[in-house]
């Protein structure tokens, strides 16, 4: 079987993959005005269960009332079953999601009412995002040349499509410098987020993360903050400088395509002992036991595919 899912959900009907195009002039393609989602399916043993589907079908609504449009034309609830649906189409049993917003309208109106939101879920099978030796090994970032978004000149709650222009630009950069992945600083110059995932950092036996104001509000980092309270942390939301990060014991990102990575090394400056800490280890691990229904949290974040 290929890592694509032969079938993609579009507006209601599994379509074939090659079949399943957009229209040259759509705007989504010519302006980025497309806002999407990515989510995680996970072989259990009571079979394929996708991890928070409801909040993460919830943030790609929100992100498509965030960009504009005034009616949408789903309900959570139904493309949360469309989301299982095309899973067990395609008969994956674990995989990773894609729904994609975009407009029904051509490029040339800027104006979002000359069109309509059309969806689309698409799946593939997805290794770990930052590389087969990610979760063992960590990885080794940069501080990105680009900064994030201000909040005011693109959404950050919104998983717009066009936003992640800037995550590109970072991530290239990144790459060709060597490194794994980049860490992103806000207009202010604190520590957003990465180009794909949120950061945490632990000094002292504490862990802190940026506050939401000006990141995506990541639900692998909202499930984080519960685990590492559940494993008895202390976990504060509060800025963080870029020389906090460098003088850091620990320092792991996490994101749903990546789940949960440290980083051993920032700006060629070892972290902690430059291999993954004990923290770290420990929330990965819980992270990986919740989303495989293993942990009691698993109960209410699970959502079955064949139920
Ligand atoms: N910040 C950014 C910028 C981001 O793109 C993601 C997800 C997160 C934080 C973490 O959010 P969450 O998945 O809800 O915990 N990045 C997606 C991959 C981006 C890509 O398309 O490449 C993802 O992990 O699915």
């Known amino acids: 079987m290929s890592d694509d899912g032969k079938y993609i959900w579009i507006n209601g009907e599994l379509v074939e993959l090659e079949k399943a195009t957009i229209h040259f002039l759509s705007s989504t393609l010519h302006y980025g005005v497309g806002a999407f989602e990515g989510i995680r399916c996970y072989d259990t043993e009571c079979g394929p269960a996708v991890f928070r589907l409801k909040e ?73 995002y930052l590389g087969e030796d990610a979760m063992e090994k960590g990885i080794r970032a940069n501080v990105s040349s680009f900064t994030r978004h201000h909040p005011n000149v693109m959404m950050t709650k919104a998983k717009i499509s066009g936003n992640y222009v800037n995550s590109v630009l970072a991530r290239t950069e990144s790459a060709r410098l060597g490194f794994g992945e980049a860490i992103m600083l806000d207009p202010q110059g604190y520590v957003a987020e990465c180009t794909g995932e949120n950061i945490f950092v632990v000094r002292n036996g504490n862990i802190y993360t940026p ?3 000006t990141i995506l509000e990541g ?89």
């Open 56 to 128: 993460h079908i919830k943030r790609l609504i929100d992100s498509a009332l965030i960009m504009g449009y005034r009616e949408f034309p789903y309900t959570v609830a139904e493309l949360c079953e469309a989301t299982k649906k095309t899973i067990a189409a395609n008969g994956f049993t674990s995989c990773y999601i894609r729904p994609l917003v975009y407009h029904d309208g051509t490029c040339k109106s800027l104006n979002l009412d000359n069109g309509k939101p059309s969806v689309g879920i698409a799946t593939w099978y997805w290794g770990n």
């Open 211 to 213: 506050p939401t104001a």
């Open 219 to 307: 639900i692998t980092r909202d499930s984080i903050l519960t685990i590492a309270r559940e494993l008895g942390y202390t976990v504060t939301e509060q800025p963080v400088s870029r020389d906090q990060l460098y003088s850091a014991d620990e320092v792991f990102m996490c994101g749903t395509a990546a789940e949960c990575v440290a980083v051993t090394e920032i700006d060629f400056r070892t972290i902690g002992s430059g291999r993954m800490g004990n923290i770290t280890r420990n929330i990965q691990k819980t992270y990986m036991d919740v989303v495989q229904g293993r942990h009691p949290l698993s109960k209410g974040w699970l959502d079955y595919v064949h139920s």
